[in-house]
């Protein structure tokens, strides 16, 4: 069983940054990838960025150049720093683990508000 723990949610205004947090219970390299998605109200759950075991990124059109993953492997943390916050990023934003035949896992979520 793996335990995903989102923090680093809040309020801010337009322009501003926010970084997230993901704590895993165990090692982040064990999983195929580890990634940040986000649901909106009346939206689909999409995805923002991902990042391999190997280390490699992928992000969403929408937040290129905005948004950065990364991770602490020692820490067992993924990250998620995202720069010039728009209202439109305003979510949920969930964490995610691919530990492929072992199954996903998901953290609780935490909101993101984006005020304009």
């Known amino acids: 069983q793996v335990q995903l723990v989102e923090s680093g949610g809040g309020l801010v205004q337009a322009g501003e940054s926010l970084r997230l947090s993901c704590a895993a219970s165990g090692s982040i390299i064990s999983f195929n990838e580890m990634g940040w998605y986000r649901q909106a109200p009346g939206k689909q759950r999409e995805l923002v960025a991902y990042i391999t075991s190997g280390g490699s990124t992928n992000y969403a059109h929408s937040v290129k150049g905005r948004f950065t993953i990364s991770r602490d492997i020692a820490k067992k943390t993924v990250y998620l720093q995202m720069n010039s916050l728009k209202p439109e990023d305003t979510a949920v934003y969930y964490c995610?683990?691919?530990?492929?035949?072992?199954?996903?896992?998901w953290g609780q979520g935490t909101q993101v508000t984006v005020s304009s």
């Open positions: 995610r683990a691919d530990w492929g035949a072992r199954g996903d896992y």
